[in-house]
């Protein structure tokens, strides 16, 4: 008598069956978590790199905060920084922009200008040189740098001089998103001019 024993047709479409179902779920597990990390990470992307994006305007708006900047012995430059409100704001100041050679600055002021155009915030010396600063996947919405001063509770106010008739403090608020998303991040910034008398 011949005692081999196989899978009937039905065993093996129930085992194939089977062995799909647990397939396409370990896919979609897989497929969802890796959806996940991306959007984390873009996610990462703007709470880093927005954060440094302000670090660097504020950084250089604070150098051309004196009023009074020398560009030689008895010749000097007003820092002139003009701030345009609304979402679609700029910002724009003289600076000694440094350079690899020379990283104080040469001495020879440039006019630097932090805008936002179509989704883009750019930063543009003398409205040539102009490098578009977004992240990747990020889109900026709005972008509204203030002039004003800080009162004697330590609050902001907007376009108000301090007591020597002088604005003091500048008030940078940059709002970004995902390109992918419409959950919308806002970061604000305040940057006490230096030397500012």
Known sequence: MNNKRGF???????VIVIASMIAIAVIYVL?????????????????????NILYSMSREIREAGYINLQISPGTTVNANIVCVQGSSGYISFNLDV???????????????????????????VNNTTCSVLNPPNVVFTAFSPVLGSVNSSANFVPNQVDPFGNYNVVQIVITARLKSSNNSYTFTKEVKLRNVQ
Do not use: H, W
């Open 31 to 51: 497929s969802s978590g890796g959806k996940s990390f991306v959007k984390n990470q873009e996610i990462d992307n703007i709470s880093i790199s927005v954060p």
């Open 8 to 14: 009937t047709l039905t065993e093996l479409l129930v």
């Open 98 to 124: 440094p350079t690899s050679q020379n990283p104080d600055g040469t001495g020879a002021y440039s006019v630097v200008k932090y805008q936002l155009q179509n989704g883009n915030l750019s930063r543009c």
